[in-house]
């Protein structure tokens, strides 16, 4: 156990059998009578009143064994002087000698400070160390590593890391993932071709992109039977601008020069084990083709094997289209699930639709298209050959066209184009069908189905509303003119409906309705009204004034309250305003009659 870990009970039990002296040593009081869990004694060993401890470089080291399950104590002298004294020691702190004198355990000697856990004081937690004497952290490492596999130089990790070169490379070359990249001084013993004229052997080759003898290079490695026949192939590839691997024919259009090697060779059943052997000893970053392409030659084996896999049951024929539809797809690629197959413990995933190229063709290319856009198609007449640059042009072009073709038969739906050519979003259709002008080209169609209005059909909308701003003008300003005659005829005839008001002036009822709020031709509304009763008291009584209200006396009255002709025309229009309302007389008694008549009919 360890001395922090003791507690108060076993101070006693040690304060029972050791003392201190006057000098700091620790002295034997009594042994226990009881014997120790491995047949040892329990308690100190020495003689009673004997010195206790062994001398080591820290100072005395204590020894002690517990009764029962705490079992043996180790420690520093100093440690049970401080621990008689004072107490248990809190698990950060550790007991030290004032004066630096290791074997001078007096108490006034001994203080406590904080435990450095047993690294030397002022060392760093090795996670955060940061220079270079005491080498990378793993995350460092691990980075370093990563840039190395991408082709990096040890100079651009040392500039990056910050670190210097030599520790870097100390470092990464350390560690066991650690691959050389390829490089000219593992090119020394191997056969190098005349590109002019290469001998026609069986092996594994590599083709080296030099830019000076200094510069850097790439490599690229291949297997062949016929060396002569597939590195003319790729020199006539490069040449012409049309090797499948881009990495590689920028390379050679940068005015890098090419030099041929032969690296091992060997027998046609080998190659394959070989350039895995070869490709595995060097790191990725220094090679151009990292994904090479496989040659029918070496997967034939596994194909021949997967043959009988092949079968009617495992794909759908769609009837419309006449695809193959693989039954079991990969979700992610929308291809067949691959299937695996393994000689002698090599396992190759092959892909079903160039497994149907193979059995119905013969051929394995390094690349297949599927004519009929529909990955997931096994069916051999739907597929052809080509390089990547083929496919590259070839899809831009047939995009183009497929694009439009579309574009025309959905009748420019943006959303059904985009499930069609399985975008994510709205943007690529809008993009495309920016770029190819399909907008100007067929302006008629995208008109009709775009949700903006055309210019024409904006001038329409546009021409429409100011009409009916106009007639709505119009129409206020004619409400506003017959406002008066609407009131006073609501006034006079008591019976005159909003009906019947609206049917003459040929306007709506709610406009009627609106008009005459509040209008009434009742007199007990008048009799409200503070201004009337004066003219009633010239009257004498609302009777008098109904009686009495002939043309000739309201005008007096007018006359005598000079200040409210006004209201008292209102009151009474009738007297005032008979003759002008002689033709609403007419259509009143009129359509009251139809409304009877109406009426008596049904
Ligand atoms: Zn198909």
Redesign the pocket.
Known sequence: MHITEINSEQIEELKKHVEINEQGHIITKKLHDKKGPYGSSVGAKAKVGSRRGSKTKYGQIFTYNFLGEFGKLVCKARDIVWILANGPIDANMTVYPIDGDVFNDRIENLALKKRNNGRRPGSKDVNKRTTNRLGLTKKELATALRMKKSGATWREISETMGYSVDCIKNWVKKDEKYKPALNWSHLTNTKEYDTENIEDESGIYCIAMCANRTGCSKFYIGSTISTKTRIEQHIRELKTNCHYNSDFQELYNSGMKIRAFLLEACSESELLETEERIRGQYCEGSLINKNRAVLLDEIRPWLEKARHRFTKNKYTI?KE?????WNVLDASKGYGNQIGVSIKLVQKSILPHRLSYYIHKGEYPPLLR?????KS???P???ESGSHRQNGLDRSRDFRKDFEYWWLEYSRDIKKLTEHFCWNSTGAALKWERELGLREKYPEIYWENSKYMSPEEKQKQFAKKRAKREKERLRQRRLKTIKNEIINIKKRYSGASQEVIAAYFKIKKSDVAKITKGVTSSFEDLWNRKEMVDVLEYFNSIDAFIRSASKAQLEGAINRFPHLEKQIKNYVPDVFYRRDHEQFTTFFSEFIENKKKQKASI
């Open positions: 769609d289209t006449d695809c193959w539809e599927h004519k009929c856009d529909n198609c096994v069916n007449d739907h597929l």
